[in-house]
């Protein structure tokens, strides 16, 4: 089974910019949909953005939209999440999942169909 690892995560200020990164070391990852998840201190998992590693779709929450990228290098090894002008409220630790074959529309994934859940990595934004 594929083991995803998410790292990146740290403490910054209103407004600055982190990037995360999601790996499957020893395996590619071309024909998987992977998403970052984020759960904040009492509050739901919640999903924040999806890739398709197939047709390079992406998805977003709408929270996240014009802040947040999702991009994934050429050898379909690593998934990062681009964060910029972060908010307090974007704390909370971070998870990447992914499925895989990648096999419908991003917006129709449920956190069901997500496997190979990786350990999170923290984000705190605050000044």
């Known amino acids: 089974d594929v083991q995803l690892q998410a790292s990146g995560g740290g403490l910054v200020q209103p407004g600055g910019s982190l990037r995360l990164s999601c790996v499957a070391p020893?395996?590619?990852?071309?024909?998987?949909?992977i998403g970052w998840f984020r759960q904040a201190p009492g509050k739901e998992r919640e999903g924040v953005s999806r890739?398709?590693?197939?047709?390079?779709?992406?998805w977003y929450v709408d929270s996240v939209k014009g802040r947040f990228t999702i991009s994934s290098d050429n050898a379909r090894r690593t998934v990062y999440l681009q964060m910029n002008s972060l908010k307090p409220e974007d704390t909370a630790v971070y998870y990447c999942?992914?499925?895989?074959?990648?096999?419908?529309?991003?917006?129709?994934?449920?956190?069901?169909?997500?496997?190979?859940w990786g350990q999170g990595t923290l984000v705190t934004v605050s000044s």
């Open positions: 890739i398709s590693l197939v047709d390079d779709s992406t």
């Open positions: 999942a992914g499925v895989g074959p990648d096999w419908k529309p991003l917006g129709d994934y449920v956190f069901a169909d997500f496997t190979s």
């Open positions: 020893g395996f590619t990852l071309d024909d998987y949909a």
